[in-house]
Every structure is written in C-alpha cells, then in structure tokens.
C-alpha cells in the first residue's frame, strides 16, 4: 500500500499543480450535491464485485459520502478455513452493504485531465450464501481502507481508480483488489461559481474551472 | 437533471434491455422435437483425480442440511454421473484427501426439465445437471 502511494505522489512531483498559481487562490465552501455511481467495481485477479451507490459529494471542501450497495454477480468457488484439517469449497455468492467515505486531495494535471489523489474507507457488513446449502457465510464487519486516482471528467463526473484491503476470509482470494468506480454528481448547473477572493462580500470560490 | 448523466443512464439501461432476454420464434421443422416429457435426467460432475486417487462422493436430496443421503460411492476417475428423477433438487459432497488435511467440495442445484418451442410445439431436451467440483 505504501508503495503504491509512494509511487503516485513521486509521479505527480513533477507535474504541474493546477491550484498553485496566482489566479488560483481559493477559498472553499460546503458545497454539496447528489452523486450516483452505477459503476463501483471491486475485483483483482480471483475475484470481482460489482456495484452502486448514491450518496453526496461535497464539490467544496471535495469530499464524498454514500451508501454501496455490492455484490458478486456469480457464484464462485470460494475455500473457507473450517480446521486445522477441513477446508471447506462452496459455491459462494457475496453481498457487501457500506457507508463509503472519501476524500480527495493534491490537485495536478495528468494527461491533460485534472486529476487528484484521494482516500477513504468503506465501513460495512460483508454477507453471503452457498449454493446446496441453507447456511449462509458468517457475516464479516469490514473496515476498507481505499487510496488512489481520482479524475475529474466534464460535468463533474469523477473517474476513482485505486487500491483497497478488501477483507473476506478467503484461502484463495488476496485482499488487496483494484477499486474503479464512475460516480456522477447531480447537479442541474455544472459550473462552479467562481468569485475574487479579494471582495470582501465574497463568501469564497467554490472551484475552479480547468 | 444533468443532461450527460440520462445520457448514460439511457444507454446503461437500453444494453441491459437488449441483453436481458432471448426469445426462441424459429421454426425448424427439420429439427429433431421430442414431444415427451422425461422422468430421469443426468446428473454430471466434474472433478479432481489427476492421480487416479479413490474420492469419495456423497449424494443429498434436497440440501445437504437436510441430510437424506442418497448415494455414497468412490470414484478413480475424474467426473461421474448419476441417473436421477427429474424436477428435485440435489447437492454433492466430494471429498479430497491430501495428507491431513481434507477438502470438502460442495456443490448443488435443481435437475429441471427443459424445453423450448419448435413450429408451435413444445419440446423436451433431456434434462442435465452439470456441477464442477473440481478442486481449487
């Protein structure tokens, strides 16, 4: 984890920060909206999650909060740790429900998109059942933490790549996975009002255009 | 509301529509129609014996909770069929052994019976029900 963030933050070293220049001085407000993601997946190489959420996302202060709804569209075959001396192969499918928290940060321009580093958690409650079986998997109370990439697409649509620790108590499943969510922000004027941080009427710049 | 954002919605939604359901209209009258319902249909399994090993394969009706224990054979091979009464549900066990530790491989499901329509005729595919328990 620490590698990966390593990794960002000397990438984007040398890129130019879009807030720091003279014009850019801000000064932020509570600014929230409605947000929607339809596209909140979950996966690496043994497993995937698929997902959607609704929530707000403070266009101000660029934080985010909502409620997830995930889940594993396919009954896998999962090992479970019974004993010492049984292991368990089901054919499991898995339901995740969270409050997902994120903040993003560090402003810089990749590839000609504005980009941000961003981090966060996903509190909740990891659930699912067996096929040939009544029993259902134990319940598992989930602490994920989240870091990455988040992009800022037009319309206020922000693009989050990153890595979480998805615990799940499987043998066969690692739990670090790759995030990739689209979260949509609903919001019927998508341009941000901006206003000169020098007026003194000025309650403060929300955002500023690329 | 943002005019992108029913944009996407528009299209998520007319994929799912498009890929959500099939519908069979042909009419092939040189087609093979078994107008017949069957009583038994096969229950497949795929498993794990590279080593020719004898596995142990236990056979439940219903749910393996429920403990009616239909079947319980060996097998050197690495798949295995039972014949069975369509229209019930049935739930395997297949045990690997390696040194101490035994992995219990569960799997199960429902032996439908399935049909589809030809030139206005219903017809009846031999039912199977196809379980991979191979070892992970």
Known sequence: MKWFFLTIILFT?????????????????????????????????NDYYYGFSMGIEDLGFEWGARFNFQFRPFFKRTLIQENSTTIRQ?????????????????????????????VGTQLGVLLGNY??????????????????????????????IGFCYFKDDLIEVPDGKIVLNLIFTLKENPKF????????????????EP | ????????????????????CTVEKDCNPS?????????????NLKLTNDHNDSILIVLYSGYVDDQEVISEVYTQSNQYSFYLP??????VEVYYVQGSVTTVALDGGRLNQETFINCEETCYREPNLNLNLRKL
């Open chain 2, 31 to 43: 087609s093979i129609c078994n107008p017949w319902p069957y009583d038994y249909g096969n229950l």
């Open chain 1, 131 to 160: 096929r040939a079986t009544r029993i259902s998997s134990k319940a598992l109370l989930n602490v994920v933490p989240i870091g990455g990439l988040s992009f800022l697409l037009k319309d206020n649509t922000f693009l989050k």
């Open chain 1, 193 to 208: 009002q901006e206003q000169d941080v020098n007026d003194s009427n000025n309650e403060g710049l929300i955002f500023s």
């Open chain 2, 86 to 91: 369509v229209g019930n549900r049935y739930s």
């Open chain 2, 1 to 20: 509301m943002n005019h992108n954002f029913m944009k996407y919605i528009s299209i998520f939604l007319a994929l799912i529509t498009i890929f959500s």
């Open chain 1, 13 to 45: 070293h040398f890129l130019g920060y879009s807030q720091q220049n003279e014009e850019s001085i801000t000064v932020k407000k509570f600014n929230p909206v409605s947000s929607i993601s339809v596209l909140n997946n979950t996966f690496n190489l």
């Open chain 1, 90 to 118: 089901y054919r499991e499918k898995k339901y995740f429900i969270s409050l997902d928290f994120d903040k993003r940060f560090f402003h810089f321009d990749l590839a000609g998109t504005q980009a941000q580093l961003f």
